[in-house]
């Protein structure tokens, strides 16, 4: 069965750092794209970041650029997102989800970050 | 990366159809066959339910049909059942290693 454990999430404060991780499954991970995703209290998905199989391509949202990173560590089936610099507007459910072609299936349960003073 | 735009809302009765709409531009659901939707219920993580614009993944009943014309793609839901309430997404490739979500649809069954 395939399945995807998002860990990390938690209370910081602006301008602080959090790193995500995302242990991966039943699956050969090396081989497929995996993709960040976020969800801010009460509203709709949006896309975070992407990585390929062998971390050497990624892509991110505008939103993010340059203080977020995603990252994956093949041997040992795990997916990163270091997020710096955060902001109010970063709190959100992160969901960690595979990507086997455009487009995302499945999806992990999700990781609460809250940024707050 | 502006997000695609969909009703904010949908209903019809048991055993109805309902459709939503997802409108984008030639950079985004234009230009790429490759649109997917998603079923996202209260407190659950989102669901594939078509991709590739009309393609159904395993487990996921006939009663779901995709298909796009020009910059809009459509989620089409028939024989409504009560299950089916929830928010729907869709989400496009944007090119560059970039993905867009559409704003969301709520799916009321009455």
């Known amino acids: 069965e395939v399945q995807l454990v998002e860990s990390g999430g938690g209370l910081v404060q602006p301008g602080g750092s959090l790193r995500l991780s995302c242990a991966a499954s039943g699956f050969p991970f090396t081989y497929y794209w995996m993709n960040w995703v976020r969800q801010a209290p009460g509203k709709g998905l949006v896309w975070v970041a992407r990585i390929n199989g062998d971390g050497s391509s990624t892509g991110y949202a505008d939103s993010v650029r340059g203080r977020f990173t995603i990252s994956r560590d093949n041997g040992k089936h795990t997916l990163f997102l270091q997020m710096n610099g955060l902001r109010d507007e970063d709190t959100a459910v992160y969901y960690c989800t595979r990507d086997p072609g455009n487009w995302l299936d499945p999806w992990g349960q999700g990781t609460l970050v809250t940024v707050s003073s | ?110």
């Open chain 2, 1 to 110: 990366q502006s997000a695609l735009t969909q009703p904010p809302s949908a209903s019809g009765s048991p055993g109805q159809s309902v459709t939503i709409s997802c409108t984008g531009t030639s950079s985004d659901v234009g230009g790429y066959n490759y649109v997917s939707w998603y079923q996202q219920h209260p407190g659950k993580a989102p669901k594939l339910m078509i991709y590739e614009v009309n393609k159904r993944p395993s487990g996921v009943p006939d009663r779901f049909s995709g298909s796009k014309s020009g910059n809009t793609a459509s989620l089409t839901v028939s024989g409504l059942q009560a299950d089916d309430e929830a928010d729907y997404y869709c989400m496009s490739y944007a090119g560059s290693d970039n993905y867009v979500f559409g704003s969301g649809t709520k799916v009321t069954v009455l």
